[in-house]
T-cell receptor, first 111, second 114 residues
Framework: SQKIEQNSEALNIQEGKTATLTCNYT??????LQWYRQDPGRGPVFLLL?????KEKRKERLKVTFDTTLKQSLFHITASQPADSATYLC??????????FGTGTRLLVSP | EAQVTQNPRYLITVTGKKLTVTCSQN?????MSWYRQDPGLGLRQIYY???????DKGDVPEGYKVSRKEKRNFPLILESPSPNQTSLYFC?????????????FGDGTRLSIL
């Protein structure tokens, strides 16, 4: 069956360091992968989208990579700040906006 | 302000009492969707709509109904709620069904079915 895995344990890092979150998937061949941020009591907010033929995508301090051979996406936040503390979700697109979400990884950035 | 609005935000009710959660978007989006979010299971799609009068089942449709009579509204109906439908529900919309479009989410409705 199709499966998406994100590290369920919280990631604790110090302010200024780079946070790296992992999204692994099996039994998919997605053409697109998206990353969302979710704060407590709020809905997910779109961050970045990467296509299967793109190895890397950047937006300000955010960087996403997509390795279709390894079936893995990495999400990096450079120069992290306490305001980056949130849960980050990856989502694979099965086509026609049918997204399948991972369970998310909680990031805690300490001052 | 572009947004997806859900109501109510919180609801506690009893088994079998029909309820409707409303969802409205002001972005003229074609695509709308309902998800439920449960601990350890992530967001799972309940129903989606590609346009007015076009709806289809997602991954967990049992016990739910939807309708799309107008482009902006996509209500979620629980005809006979049961405790296993206690969850956090999100409505989302997207410009179209084209895969390179992000989805915009509401802030959620927390349902408790006793």
């Amino acid at each position: 069956s199709q499966k998406i895995e994100q590290n369920s344990e919280a990631l604790n890092i110090q302010e200024g360091k780079t946070a790296t979150l992992t999204c692994n998937y099996t039994n998919y061949s997605p053409a697109y992968l998206q990353w969302y941020r979710q704060d407590p009591g709020r809905g997910p907010v779109f961050l970045l989208l990467i296509r299967e033929n793109e190895k890397e995508k950047r937006k300000e301090r955010l960087k996403v990579t997509f390795d279709t051979t390894l079936k893995q996406s990495l999400f990096h936040i450079t120069a992290s700040q306490p305001a980056d503390s949130a849960t980050y979700l990856c989502a694979l697109d099965r086509g026609f906006q049918k997204l399948v979400f991972g369970t998310g990884t909680r990031l805690l950035v300490s001052p | 302000e572009a947004q997806v609005t859900q109501n109510p935000r919180y609801l506690i009710t009893v088994t079998g009492k029909k309820l409707t959660v409303t969802c409205s978007q002001n972005m003229n989006h074609e695509y709308m969707s309902w998800y439920r979010q449960d601990p350890g299971l992530g967001l799972r799609q309940i129903y989606y709509s590609m346009n007015v009068e076009v709806t289809d089942k997602g991954d967990v449709p049992e016990g739910y109904k939807v309708s799309r009579k107008e482009k902006r509204n996509f209500p979620l109906i629980l005809e006979s709620p049961s405790p296993n439908q206690t969850s956090l529900y999100f409505c989302a919309s997207s410009l179209s069904i084209v895969s390179n479009q992000p989805q915009h989410f509401g802030d959620g409705t927390r349902l408790s079915i006793l």
